[in-house]
C-alpha cells in the first residue's frame, strides 16, 4: 500500500523553503548595506583628501596691556639700565594694580 503524505510534509517543506527565502534576502540586504557603507566611506576620504590642510594659526602676540608683560618690559629696561630699582619698583606696582 502507499503512503499517504499529509498536509504535515508540505507545510515542513513551505516553513523550510520561506525561511530559506528570508535568509537568503537578510544575507542581500546585508551585502548591500556593507557595499553602501563602503562607498560613502570612500566619499568621505574622497572630500577629506580635497580640503586644503589649514596652516597652524600665527602664535598670539603679547598683549601689551597684559600686567606679567608690561613687568618683564620694565625687568629688561631695568637690567639694560635705563630703569633704577626705585623707578622699576613703582612702575611694577603700578603695573600690576598693587
Known amino acids: 500500500m502507499r503512503r499517504r503524505r499529509g498536509p504535515g510534509l508540505l507545510m515542513a517543506a513551505a516553513v523550510v523553503g520561506g525561511a530559506a527565502h528570508v535568509g537568503a534576502k537578510g544575507a542581500q540586504k546585508g551585502q548591500a548595506a556593507a557595499q553602501q557603507e563602503a562607498d560613502q566611506n570612500a566619499q568621505i576620504a574622497e572630500l577629506q583628501a580635497q580640503q586644503p590642510v ?4 600665527p602664535p598670539a602676540a603679547a598683549d601689551d596691556n597684559d600686567p606679567m608683560v608690561k613687568v618683564q618690559k ?7 639700565g635705563a630703569l633704577t630699582d626705585g623707578a622699576f619698583s613703582a612702575a611694577k606696582v603700578k603695573a600690576l594694580g598693587i
Request: proline share 9%; glycine share 0%; charged share 20%.
Open 54 to 57: 589649514a596652516a597652524a594659526p
Open 74 to 80: 620694565l625687568a629688561e629696561l631695568r637690567a639694560a
